[in-house]
């Protein structure tokens, strides 16, 4: 499915937003993250990987409802995040495959996946799906949770394999693997440093793990 990285699968309505969707010490927390995952190259945009789609997305939980915002898709290039470039999903109907957002901008591409998180687990206040193959290429040595190969991204079967992924795996924070979606690593907590934290962790393991190769 690496030809249709970053390609919205789902029809969605936007709506104009009266203002930046995420705002004062959260989009300021969200955009220290960003800013640190872009450098480690776990979100970001490469005119050699993935069909020169940008890849990478964020989102946080509005409050204790479903609705959450979500980076938008195709901005994981963009040298820093900036308010607009936020989403806010209000709805989503995953039997007709539909989003209803808020914004200046589409929402990412992996906004069902992320709604069904939200929805599966009141606990999760924020996740952040990256691209590392150093973690993806090392997820079994870390013993990392895993959606089956025959999954693909963005789809109804990727968000009902994550929801069932959940109900297995109870801990949170979590980290788990995509294993039908190249590179791609999703972690989900209750803060963001809950997800940047375990993501940069599990990326020094598997540097861990090259070493003790060499």
């Keep these: 499915?690496?030809?249709?990285e970053g390609s919205i699968q789902f029809a969605y309505d936007l709506t104009p937003s009266t203002g930046p969707?995420?705002?004062?010490?959260?989009?300021?927390?969200?955009?220290?993250?960003?800013?640190?995952?872009?450098?480690?190259?776990?979100?970001?945009?490469?005119?050699?990987?993935?069909?020169?789609?940008?890849?990478?997305?964020?989102?946080v939980r509005d409050g204790k409802s479903d609705v959450f915002a979500i980076t938008a898709s195709q901005t994981s290039g963009a040298p820093e995040l900036l308010p607009e470039q936020l989403v806010r999903v209000t709805h989503c109907n995953l039997e007709r495959?539909?989003?209803?957002?808020?914004?200046?901008?589409?929402?990412?591409?992996?906004?069902?996946?992320?709604?069904?998180?939200?929805?599966?687990?009141?606990?999760?206040?924020?996740?952040?799906?990256?691209?590392?193959?150093?973690?993806?290429?090392?997820?079994?040595?870390l013993k990392l949770p895993q959606t089956a190969?025959?999954?693909?991204?963005?789809?109804?079967?990727?968000?009902?394999?994550?929801?069932?992924?959940?109900?297995?795996?109870?801990?949170?924070?979590?980290?788990?693997?995509?294993?039908?979606?190249e590179d791609g690593i999703f972690a989900l907590g209750h803060q963001a440093r809950d997800c940047g934290g375990l993501l940069v962790s599990y990326l020094a393991k598997s540097r861990q793990f090259d070493s003790s190769d060499d």
């Design 1 to 4: 499915m690496a030809d249709l």
């Design 21 to 59: 969707v995420v705002t004062g010490a959260a989009f300021t927390e969200l955009s220290a993250w960003r800013s640190i995952l872009r450098q480690l190259d776990l979100v970001g945009q490469h005119t050699d990987r993935y069909g020169g789609f940008a890849f990478g997305n964020m989102s």
């Design 97 to 141: 495959f539909w989003v209803e957002a808020e914004g200046s901008e589409p929402p990412s591409s992996e906004s069902l996946t992320h709604a069904m998180i939200y929805h599966a687990d009141p606990r999760v206040h924020c996740i952040f799906h990256i691209h590392s193959a150093e973690i993806w290429q090392a997820r079994s040595l």
């Design 149 to 181: 190969v025959d999954v693909a991204y963005g789809t109804a079967s990727m968000a009902k394999a994550v929801a069932n992924l959940l109900i297995e795996h109870q801990s949170r924070p979590l980290v788990f693997a995509t294993a039908g979606h």
